[in-house]
């Protein structure tokens, strides 16, 4: 009797130490960041990025699967849907689309709540779906566009997870945003912010991630490097910060290349994150660049730069670690709507 009394306490202890909150300032984010790994990436996209998925297009079999596997990955992690219960997927109806017959479809959204800001919110971004099968049969399976990305999210949530696991509870909620439609014109951001599940003006940062699992044209002797794009146009604080947070734990090479005013990419309007932006939401961008199998059925699984992929996620991670447990938010110092 005596024992299992014991035992019950011992239980009741250890199940109270995971649950007790912790002082953030106290956690080694680096630990963390390193439970981002090339291995776990690979495993997750050979699976997403496979012929399986038929390329994702929007509203199609394929990207239904693709968001059955998200909202599995999340369930098995722990982490909950803002949208309550089991529902993790925010219907966007054909009706949106303008462009082409699309069917009714869905973005994917899991969120962490925050400790002691929780009405602020730092979302974190890609979209899961890609182009399809073309009329010769082709699978274009979008490993890099952006399967990369994708399953980057994935493993930046598992970080957090087991970062709340040991107590560590950011100060800002975090919601894993999987967009839809991005190939169909932005259309499953634009949903979201036209929708958005927190208010806009709560929303503190958006970090958009948009093929960053491979070596862009030009780049071959960039080292590891990311293009970054949008970071200083509507907040400088938002910049410094992830400057500092990259020269104090990784160093990768940031390449701005991309976010000089007049580029004539304009990639800075070209993927999910212009939608927050417009509303006046601090953006980084991340991005690789194009390359030869850029939008090509040949952009597949084998031909990902893990390391590289895994060492980006990382410094996402580690910058939306910055901006989830600030004191501030990022300070808007460049607006471009009119004060209300
Ligand atoms: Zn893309």
């Known amino acids: 009797m005596k024992k299992i009394v014991l035992c019950a306490l011992a239980i009741s202890i250890v199940a109270c130490k995971a649950q007790q909150p912790k002082d953030i300032e106290e956690a080694n984010p680096v630990e963390y960041a390193n439970t981002i790994t090339a291995s776990e990436l690979k495993d997750h996209l050979y699976t997403f990025a496979s012929d399986e998925f038929m390329g994702r297009e929007t509203g199609e079999p394929g990207q239904k699967m693709a968001a059955e596997y998200l909202k599995k990955e999340y369930q098995t992690l722990g982490i909950p849907s803002p949208l309550g219960a089991d529902d993790y997927f925010q219907e966007v109806p054909s009706s949106v689309f303008t462009r082409g017959d699309v069917k009714d479809t869905e973005n994917v959204l899991a969120y962490i709540k925050g400790s002691s800001l929780p009405e602020e919110v730092l979302v974190i971004s890609s979209h899961y779906d890609h182009l399809g099968v073309d009329a010769?049969?082709?699978?274009?399976n979008g490993a890099d566009d952006d399967?990369?990305?994708?399953?980057?999210?994935?493993?930046?949530?598992?970080?957090?997870?087991?970062?709340?696991?040991?107590?560590?509870?950011?100060?800002?909620?975090?919601?894993?945003?999987?967009?839809?439609?991005?190939e169909k014109g932005l259309v499953g951001s634009k949903y979201y912010t036209d929708n958005p599940v927190f208010p806009l003006s709560q929303t503190v940062a958006n970090l958009n991630i948009d093929m960053i699992g491979r070596i862009g044209e030009g780049m071959e002797s960039a080292g590891d490097y990311v293009y970054l794009i949008g970071s200083d146009r509507l907040s400088t604080e938002l910049h410094d910060l992830s400057e500092e947070v990259n020269n104090k734990y990784l160093n990768v090479n940031l390449d701005y290349t991309f976010n000089e005013e007049g580029d004539p990419n304009r990639f800075y309007f070209r993927s999910d994150h212009y939608n927050f932006a417009k509303n006046d939401i601090p953006v980084i961008f991340y991005f690789n660049g194009v390359h030869e199998d850029y939008h090509r059925p040949t952009d597949t699984a084998d031909k990902i730069e893990y390391d590289l992929l895994a060492k980006r996620a990382k410094l996402i991670f580690l910058t939306a670690w910055e901006v989830a447990n600030r004191d501030e938010r990022p300070f808007v110092d460049k607006p471009t709507l009119p004060k209300s």
């Open 136 to 140: 010769e049969g082709n699978i274009f």
């Open 147 to 182: 399967g990369s990305g994708t399953v980057a999210i994935l493993e930046i949530a598992e970080a957090f997870k087991k970062a709340r696991e040991d107590g560590f509870t950011p100060k800002r909620s975090i919601l894993f945003l999987n967009v839809t439609g991005e």
